[in-house]
């Protein structure tokens, strides 16, 4: 069941892919028994106090698909998905893939705002949340986006009371007899492995989160290249800290390249060291990936209580720029070997590899997984840039995607008439021939690997009565890399807060990541000599402490 909006790989391409073994043509449910075959009684995930076997694991995932098409799901459907990290987000996610049922991954922090246009944009079938997170109703909120939807909507929660007329996840990933029979009714309703297998949000550029349509091929691919890079083995076990639902936590090699080969999975609720370091000591985690922002404060801690980390022997950085100082002492302070990722949900992926130099892995963002990776770097004329100059990244490949899931208009900007990603990031090539990032185009912020869309930040800000006009600002920050800022010219007469915007944020239920950090006033916005936002200028704003009633954020 092909879906409409998804923009493929041209014939001759994917014809290439598969002749040169790249994609196996492997639908990506097909893991879970060969995965079962041979790994049976290992154990597979562990949540907490439950721990599962491979074989535990695919006798629960198939029960939990087949109650899935009782519920009226089938092949070509898509449904929304906001879970963190535990043992039944794998379950969810691969017995969707069983039957050809594409979850779209919400993150945990989105909420009404970005989730109604999500279900709308994709038009769910259904949509699993957890009863409550973090102090979230987030079952109330699943209620009111699947009443707003035109056939009928199943609300599947975790955790807590259900209310009536939602069914509970973990009863229906209970397991029931009979598995052999189901696996063969199962196996039949395989999906096509060029169709898409599950749904990424990217950060964007513009507006609301746009969606990435993975396929099977693409993304069994992205898996084992990336674990075979990363050298994952059976004697892996991977701490998922950041949230799953991200491509990196996900499949870089992530919780589904450790599965692969037979490795354990561990779940962890949250990358604070506090809950990190006793689980990492608990399981003897090999590896684990996390974002520069958590890497540092993983650094104080290791400092601080020099908790037992013995067993880490890679710590995966990647979504944001690692600063150069925070790289060289990784490494030494953690004693494991550190690896850069520069990745994107959209597809290519870099890793500096495990055997570079020091000097390489803390100075690089790596280089790409295939030798079918093709990238360009071009200057502002669309020309490539000399040999080691910077210049933007434009790539293609076996597991980036041609364009993004039901996005036309936009895909006219984000991808050239023959097919390249223009990823807004700067970079050049070291003589080692990994990459640096060097910094970026695309007016988005990345706070602490969160992407922020500058002109979703504008636009609500505008929507606040006493704003007249608003711009956004990537703002530095010790901790986070970088954080928001936002210039308002007021309506004559009123005196807007950072606490009343960001109140206007909560109150139209936006993630929030995206609330403003640090509010300045001004009469008129910066503009250059074509009336566009001096971004430049603005920034200078930011310089100066605003002269304010107001007290500061704590
Ligand atoms: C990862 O994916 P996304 O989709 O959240 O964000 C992609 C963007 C990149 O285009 C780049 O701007 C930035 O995040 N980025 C980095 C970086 N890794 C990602 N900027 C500087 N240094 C890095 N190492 O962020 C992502 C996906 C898969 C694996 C790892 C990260």
Same mark, same amino acid.
Request: proline fraction near 8%; charged fraction near 25%.
């Given at each position: 069941?092909?879906?409409?909006?998804?923009?493929?790989?041209?014939?001759?391409?994917?014809?290439?892919?598969?002749?040169?073994?790249?994609?196996?043509?492997?639908?990506?449910?097909?893991?879970?028994?060969?995965?079962?075959?041979?790994?049976?009684?290992?154990? @597979?995930?562990?949540?907490?106090?439950?721990?599962?076997?491979?074989?535990?694991?695919?006798?629960?995932?198939?029960?939990?698909?087949?109650?899935?098409?009782?519920?009226?799901?089938?092949?070509?459907?898509?449904?929304?998905?906001?879970?963190?990290?535990?043992?039944?987000?794998?379950?969810?996610?691969?017995?969707?893939?069983?039957?050809?049922?594409?979850?779209?991954?919400?993150?945990?922090?989105?909420?009404?705002?970005?989730?109604?246009?999500?279900?709308?944009?994709?038009?769910?079938?259904?949509?699993?949340?957890?009863?409550?997170?973090?102090?979230?109703?987030?079952?109330?909120?699943?209620?009111?986006?699947?009443?707003?939807?035109?056939?009928?909507?199943?609300?599947?929660?975790?955790?807590?009371?259900?209310?009536?007329?939602?069914?509970?996840?973990?009863?229906?990933?209970?397991?029931?007899?009979?598995?052999?029979?189901?696996?063969?009714?199962?196996?039949?309703?395989?999906?096509?492995?060029?169709?898409?297998?599950?749904?990424?949000?990217?950060?964007?550029?513009?507006?609301?989160?746009?969606?990435?349509?993975?396929?099977?091929?693409?993304?069994?691919?992205?898996?084992?290249?990336?674990?075979?890079?990363?050298?994952?083995?059976?004697?892996?076990?991977?701490?998922?800290?950041?949230?799953?639902?991200?491509?990196?936590?996900?499949?870089?090699?992530?919780?589904?390249?450790?599965?692969?080969?037979?490795?354990?999975?561990?779940?962890?609720?949250?990358?604070?060291?506090?809950?990190?370091?006793?689980?990492?000591?608990?399981?003897?985690?090999?590896?684990?990936?996390?974002?520069?922002?958590?890497?540092?404060?993983?650094?104080?801690?290791?400092?601080?209580?020099?908790?037992?980390?013995?067993? =880490?022997?890679?710590?995966?950085?990647?979504?944001?720029?690692?600063?150069?100082?925070?790289?060289?002492?990784?490494?030494?302070? =953690?004693?494991?070997?550190?690896?850069?990722?520069?990745?994107?949900?959209?597809?290519?992926?870099?890793?500096?590899?495990?055997?570079?130099?020091?000097?390489?892995?803390?100075?690089?963002?790596?280089?790409?997984?295939?030798? @079918?990776?093709?990238?360009?770097?071009?200057?502002?004329?669309?020309?490539?840039?000399?040999?080691?100059?910077?210049?933007?990244?434009?790539?293609?490949?076996?597991?980036?995607?041609?364009?993004?899931?039901?996005?036309?208009?936009?895909?006219?900007?984000?991808?050239?008439?023959?097919?390249?990603?223009?990823?807004?990031? =700067?970079?050049?090539?070291?003589?080692?021939?990994?990459?640096?990032?060097?910094?970026?185009?695309?007016?988005?912020?990345?706070?602490?690997?969160?992407?922020?869309?500058?002109?979703?930040?504008?636009?609500?800000?505008?929507?606040?009565?006493?704003?007249?006009?608003?711009? @956004?600002?990537?703002?530095?920050?010790?901790?986070?890399?970088?954080?928001?800022?936002?210039?308002?010219?007021?309506?004559?007469?009123?005196?807007?807060?950072?606490?009343?915007?960001?109140?206007?944020?909560?109150?139209?239920?936006?993630?929030?990541?995206?609330?403003?950090?640090?509010?300045?006033?001004?009469?008129?916005?910066?503009?250059?000599?074509?009336?566009?936002?001096?971004?430049?200028?603005?920034?200078?704003?930011?310089?100066?402490?605003?002269?304010?009633?107001?007290?500061?954020?704590?």
């Amino acid at each position: 069941m092909m879906r409409t909006g998804v923009v493929g790989w041209p014939r001759e391409a994917a014809d290439r892919y598969v002749a040169s073994g790249l994609w196996r043509r492997r639908p990506l449910g097909s893991w879970v028994w060969d995965w079962a075959d041979r790994y049976g009684h290992r154990t @597979a995930v562990v949540d907490g106090a439950i721990r599962l076997s491979y074989r535990e694991f695919a006798e629960r995932t198939d029960s939990l698909a087949e109650r899935l098409l009782g519920l009226g799901l089938k092949n070509g459907d898509n449904l929304l998905v906001q879970l963190p990290n535990c043992w039944e987000f794998l379950g969810l996610f691969l017995a969707c893939q069983r039957i050809g049922v594409a979850p779209l991954l919400a993150l945990p922090a989105h909420r009404e705002h970005e989730l109604a246009h999500l279900a709308d944009l994709a038009d769910v079938a259904a949509i699993v949340v957890p009863d409550t997170l973090r102090g979230f109703d987030h079952q109330s909120l699943a209620a009111r986006i699947a009443a707003e939807r035109r056939r009928s909507c199943p609300v599947l929660v975790l955790g807590g009371e259900p209310d009536p007329g939602h069914l509970d996840l973990s009863a229906m990933l209970s397991p029931v007899s009979g598995a052999a029979e189901r696996r063969s009714r199962l196996d039949a309703l395989a999906p096509e492995p060029e169709e898409v297998a599950f749904f990424l949000l990217s950060g964007g550029t513009t507006g609301l989160p746009k969606i990435i349509a993975r396929t099977h091929n693409d993304y069994e691919y992205n898996v084992r290249r990336s674990s075979e890079i990363c050298g994952f083995s059976p004697e892996t076990v991977y701490l998922a800290v950041l949230p799953v639902a991200h491509n990196f936590a996900l499949g870089c090699p992530g919780v589904l390249g450790a599965l692969s080969v037979g490795g354990r999975v561990v779940m962890c609720p949250s990358p604070r060291a506090a809950i990190a370091f006793p689980e990492l000591a608990r399981e003897r985690v090999t590896v684990t990936s996390v974002v520069p922002a958590v890497a540092r404060t993983w650094l104080g801690a290791a400092d601080a209580a020099g908790p037992d980390l013995e067993s =880490l022997r890679v710590l995966q950085v990647g979504g944001s720029v690692l600063p150069a100082d925070l790289a060289q002492r990784l490494a030494p302070t =953690l004693g494991c070997t550190l690896q850069q990722v520069f990745g994107m949900a959209e597809g290519l992926l870099n890793y500096t590899r495990l055997t570079d130099p020091p000097f390489v892995i803390s100075t690089t963002q790596g280089r790409p997984i295939s030798e @079918a990776d093709e990238l360009l770097i071009v200057g502002p004329d669309g020309r490539p840039v000399e040999e080691g100059e910077t210049g933007e990244l434009l790539t293609r490949g076996p597991y980036t995607p041609r364009g993004y899931f039901r996005a036309p208009e936009h895909n006219v900007r984000a991808y050239t008439p023959d097919g390249w990603y223009r990823s807004g990031d =700067l970079v050049r090539r070291h003589p080692s021939g990994n990459l640096v990032v060097e910094g970026r185009i695309k007016d988005q912020v990345n706070r602490g690997g969160e992407k922020i869309a500058i002109d979703e930040v504008e636009d609500l800000v505008r929507r606040v009565p006493e704003v007249a006009d608003a711009a @956004a600002v990537a703002l530095p920050h010790p901790v986070l890399g970088e954080c928001v800022g936002v210039c308002v010219v007021p309506v004559p007469g009123s005196e807007p807060t950072l606490a009343r915007i960001r109140a206007h944020f909560e109150e139209r239920g936006v993630a929030a990541f995206k609330h403003p950090d640090e509010l300045r006033l001004a009469p008129t916005l910066p503009l250059t000599a074509v009336g566009k936002v001096d971004r430049k200028r603005l920034l200078d704003l930011f310089a100066v402490p605003q002269p304010t009633a107001e007290p500061p954020l704590g």
